[in-house]
């Protein structure tokens, strides 16, 4: 398949699932008010819409949607470039730990933003929680390339994998014994954060967290090129001029960056940085100057559609959108270490 005819055919599927996510709903919005809608949109109440229907799409419905497309494309590219830079297509962000730690991070700053944390919050307001979802995610990251180092050949699956559990199952303690400590409205965010959600996504929250994902958005496409010459090998890269060390460095941070704001805002939000990259490589190829940009088209997709699914499947409840990305990514994940399974056995 070309690289045009993908991206039409995504760009397609893309705009389908933007118009049934701002009809479809507990609240039904018919073509017309969506089109009538979104032709004269505006902040104030239009006279050809029900009031109601104007604040289901302008202050419900339209947030949620950005703020899906936005983490849906950043965790896709963060997975892409994580895959890159370990050459391991089963690195992931939220695989590897690095969504437990960022949830991790939050959820201190939710349960112990009064107490031990009151310092932290006062300095950075209604910036902390994101900060400190980027600060875990970061150490996350450090940590997990820091394993995938010492081990030979650049981090084996295993290796990685176990790492990912253990930092998952240490996050899982420590988030263990603040909900211990936490009262009822705590407890009620850490159901949020365990399984993910957009439900509560408003535009303050959009606000806060859009501008640290677009970094992300922007600085992972511009790792293109460094990223395929690395795929040959960092001493290679190094004869070529490509400093690796620089090259981690930038990509730590912007999957920091992507993973904790996403986290702050949404949850924990699993295997759309493993699924979506593996199936536009299957489909084009391992350029990463086509994977990134175009995994980031999917995986927007994706979770515009994971969280439609989420809406309607259980109306007039919602299931957690975590629930969704989990039920469509773990089967594909024993997929893929399967496959890497028998191709290990076979080259042995």
């Keep these: 398949m070309t690289t045009r005819l993908f991206t039409v055919l995504i760009g397609v599927l893309l705009a389908l699932a933007l118009m049934t ?3 479809f709903g507990p609240v039904p919005v018919s073509l017309r008010e969506l089109g009538i809608w979104t032709l004269h949109w505006s902040p104030m109440s239009l006279p050809d819409l029900p009031r109601h ?9 339209l947030p949620r949607v950005l703020m899906g497309l936005m ?45 031990v944390l009151a310092g932290f919050m006062a300095t950075f307001g209604f910036l902390a929680l994101p900060f400190a979802a980027f600060v875990g ?9 820091s394993i995938a180092r010492l081990t030979p050949g650049g981090g084996q699956v295993t290796t990685l994998i176990l790492a990912g559990v253990a930092i998952t199952a240490f996050s899982g303690a420590v988030s263990g014994l603040l909900t211990y400590m936490a009262d009822d409205a705590a407890l009620r965010s850490f159901t949020f954060w365990s399984m993910g959600s957009l439900a509560s996504v408003t535009w303050r929250d959009l606000a806060i967290a859009a501008p640290w994902m677009s970094v992300s958005l922007i600085g992972f496409p511009l790792l293109a090129g460094p ?14 001029g490509i400093d690796p060390n620089r090259i981690r460095r930038r990509v730590f941070v912007l ?22 990259p593996h199936l536009v490589r299957l489909a084009l190829g391992p350029d990463h100057r086509a994977l990134i940009p175009l995994s980031g088209l999917v995986g927007a997709a994706l979770l515009v559609w994971a969280d439609i699914l ?16 989990a039920l469509l990514g773990g089967p594909f994940f024993l997929y893929l270490l399967m496959r890497q399974t028998t191709e290990g056995i076979q080259h042995d």
């Design 21 to 23: 996510a701002l009809a």
């Design 137 to 145: 995610a970061l150490l996350v990251t450090w940590i997990i390339y």
């Design 227 to 240: 990223l395929n010459v690395m795929l040959m090998g960092e001493s290679v890269a190094s004869h070529l």
């Design 53 to 61: 229907i104007d604040i289901v799409l302008g202050d419900i419905r």
């Design 71 to 115: 983490i849906g494309a950043s965790l896709a590219m963060a997975g892409a470039a994580i895959q890159g830079l370990f050459r391991n297509p089963l690195a992931d962000p939220g695989l590897i730990g690095v969504s437990s730690g960022a949830a991790l991070a939050a959820l201190a700053v939710i349960v112990l933003g009064n107490t």
């Design 255 to 276: 999957t920091a960056l992507a993973v904790g704001a996403g986290v702050s805002v949404a949850g924990m939000i699993g295997f759309v940085g493993l699924v979506v």
């Design 310 to 325: 989420a809406r309607l499947l259980v109306t007039p409840a919602e299931l957690p959108i975590g629930i969704i990305t």
